[in-house]
Each structure stands twice: as structure tokens, then as C-alpha cells.
């Protein structure tokens, strides 16, 4: 899936993928980011996975920063 993180709290270390596939947001925590990486930024491009938990709530996972989708999507 791609999108875009649209709400951050980094104080909390989660926040919403606006998934463009069906322009639903998707629940991310900081724990599906590449540990090495820098803390995600609203505005990001974002590669992810969506799992469902087993209460029946989704969320990203596998997160990857697409930092050429912007051109390759135009």
C-alpha cells in the first residue's frame, strides 16, 4: 500500500497513514518504522503492509519512505 502520514504525535510515537489506495487512514506506530531511521514527519510518502490485529483493528506495518513515489505517481 502507499499514502501519506497526515497526523504524527511524537511525543506518543504514533499516528494516521492517509492509505491512497481508499483514502481511509490507517494507525501507525513508531514501532513499524526501520529502527536505524529518522523519526517520521507529517507530509512523508510511506510503503507499508496493513495487518489486522486480533481485536479487528488495522494498522501499518513494514513501513518503508518512498522518496521518489511523488514522481513516479505523477
Known sequence: MHGKLI???DD?????ILCEHNQQQVFVHISAFPSS???PKVGEL?????ETTADGKTRA??????????RSRS
Open 46 to 50: 510511506l510503503d507499508f503492509d496493513i
Open 37 to 39: 531511521s529518522p523519526r
Open 61 to 70: 506495518i513494514n513501513i518503508s519512505r518512498c522518496e521518489m513515489c511523488s
Open 12 to 16: 506518543r510515537g504514533f499516528g494516521f
Open 7 to 9: 497526523k504524527w504525535k
